[in-house]
């Protein structure tokens, strides 16, 4: 099985980069933590709205934060309130649409069991409802501009992915601040 780490450890490790990156980049990572964490009656509500169940490990990240704006260094980890409507989820949308228009469907994951969990301004991360459970969760892709830009096997996966950049942004960081490079 993937899942080694709990969450709760996993989202206090990310919390502990953002607020290092926020403290070596103030100006460029403003401060930044989770939502309080989800309760069952928020995750029930996001259901009603998205018509099918959350991702396990989805509602498992839900349940120790519910949401976190910025919390990566960029984009917004979606919360309850958002799946299904507001603002980011309508650019999600948009995206989805601009992208399915303009690529071949054929190397797009079916997009009527796509949700978005994770949202940037010019990228978004979905859950692939439709691929198979890998260690509990679904499949989980990065959707850039115009392509299909990586998959993880499902959501735990791409928490350590994102983690493991965030350590590296906060590297970069730490070596600009000893080199006094911009």
Same mark, same amino acid.
């Given at each position: 099985?993937?899942?080694?780490?709990?969450?709760?450890?996993?989202?206090?490790?990310?919390?502990?980069?953002?607020?290092?990156?926020?403290? /070596?980049?103030?100006?460029?990572?403003?401060?930044?933590?989770?939502?309080?964490?989800?309760?069952?009656?928020?995750?029930?509500?996001?259901?009603?709205?998205?018509?099918?169940?959350?991702?396990? /490990?989805?509602?498992?990240?839900?349940?120790?934060?519910?949401?976190?704006?910025?919390?990566?260094?960029?984009?917004?980890?979606?919360?309850?309130?958002?799946?299904? %409507?507001? %603002?980011?989820?309508?650019?999600?949308?948009? %995206?989805?649409?601009?992208?399915?228009?303009? /690529?071949?469907?054929?190397?797009?994951?079916?997009?009527?069991?796509?949700?978005?969990?994770?949202?940037?301004?010019?990228?978004?991360?979905?859950?692939?409802?439709?691929?198979?459970?890998?260690?509990?969760?679904?499949?989980? %892709?990065?959707?850039?501009?115009?392509?299909?830009?990586?998959?993880?096997?499902?959501?735990?996966?791409?928490?350590?992915?994102?983690?493991?950049?965030?350590?590296?942004?906060?590297?970069?960081?730490?070596?600009?601040?000893?080199?006094?490079?911009?």
């Amino acid at each position: 099985m993937t899942e080694n780490v709990p969450w709760p450890v996993l989202v206090g490790e990310m919390l502990i980069r953002r607020i290092r990156l926020n403290e /070596l980049k103030p100006r460029v990572y403003p401060p930044s933590i989770p939502g309080e964490r989800a309760t069952d009656e928020q995750i029930e509500a996001a259901r009603r709205r998205l018509g099918h169940p959350l991702d396990d /490990l989805h509602r498992a990240v839900l349940l120790e934060g519910d949401g976190w704006e910025n919390g990566f260094g960029y984009g917004d980890l979606l919360s309850t309130d958002q799946l299904g %409507h507001g %603002h980011r989820w309508q650019q999600a949308m948009t %995206h989805l649409d601009d992208l399915y228009e303009n /690529l071949d469907p054929a190397d797009l994951p079916p997009r009527d069991r796509l949700y978005p969990v994770h949202v940037g301004d010019e990228e978004i991360v979905v859950v692939d409802l439709a691929g198979p459970v890998t260690d509990g969760g679904h499949p989980v %892709h990065w959707l850039g501009h115009d392509e299909l830009i990586q998959s993880w096997p499902n959501l735990y996966e791409y928490w350590l992915s994102a983690l493991t950049y965030l350590q590296r942004t906060v590297d970069r960081a730490l070596e600009q601040a000893r080199t006094g490079a911009n």
